[in-house]
């Protein structure tokens, strides 16, 4: 069964502390592995689009990288504003549409 | 209007109301998506449309109807819910034709409780 876990499902970081959080996935085949940020009351943010593995995408604090069986997005000196939700999200190779997300990891970071 | 929009933002139904969402991109995409988000759960999808042609229906109940009259314009007809349906739906829209853009781009979602 196609699957996509992301862990941890909670992070609290104090500001400027660097951590990094997973997305592992089991799927048929993929076409795409996607990061979002999903703020309280709205609809996910596109971040990044990772296609094959070794392939790594950076956008100011953060960076996303992707193995064969799961992939990270590191988070590097992060400040209060980068508290939200990160999903991860994966576009099977099956010639269709069907996207699978995770539940998220929620991130909170303090001042 | 730019990206994606979604009417009503919050919609309150009872069990036998007939209501619709609605969806507009202004991206120019192609394929258009509907999911449903509830609390602690993953986004589920439910219907996708590529070109106006419904080309996926993850199984959802026939009490949700999808619509799509244009790549433009999604509609997500509601009738007799039950209050397990209350949750975010969200629209989303991806790939321009001629490019590899497969990310989505989801509108801000209707918050829908059913009493």
């Known amino acids: 069964e196609d699957q996509v876990t992301q862990s941890p499902e909670a992070l609290r970081l104090q500001e400027g502390e660097s951590s990094s959080l997973n997305c592992s996935y089991t799927?048929?085949?993929?076409?795409?592995l996607f990061w979002y940020r999903q703020d309280p009351g709205k609809g996910p943010e596109f971040l990044f689009t990772l296609y094959s593995a070794g392939e790594e995408k950076e956008k100011e604090r953060l960076k996303a990288t992707l193995t064969k069986k799961e992939s990270f997005l590191h988070i590097t000196a992060p400040k209060p504003e980068d508290s939200a939700t990160y999903l991860c999200?994966?576009?099977?190779?099956?010639?269709?549409?069907?996207?699978?997300f995770g539940a998220g990891t929620r991130l909170f970071v303090k001042a | 209007e730019t990206g994606v929009t979604q009417t009503p933002r919050h919609l309150v139904m009872g069990m036998t109301n007939k209501k619709s969402l609605k969806c507009e991109q202004h991206l120019g995409h192609n394929a258009m998506y509907w999911y449903k988000q509830s609390a602690k759960k993953p986004l589920e999808l439910m219907f996708v449309?590529?070109?106006?042609?419904?080309?996926e229906n993850n199984s959802v109940p026939s009490r949700f109807s999808p619509e799509c009259p244009n790549s433009s314009h999604l509609f997500l007809h509601l009738h007799t819910l039950q209050p397990e349906d209350s949750a975010l739906y969200l629209c989303?829209?991806?790939?321009?034709?001629?490019?590899?853009?497969?990310?989505?781009?989801f509108g801000p979602g209707t918050r829908l409780t059913v009493t």
């Open positions: 799927v048929s085949g993929l076409r795409g």
């Open positions: 449309y590529n070109f106006k042609e419904q080309t």
């Open positions: 999200a994966v576009r099977l190779n099956t010639g269709g549409f069907k996207t699978i």
């Open positions: 989303a829209s991806s790939q321009k034709a001629g490019t590899s853009g497969y990310e989505q781009y």
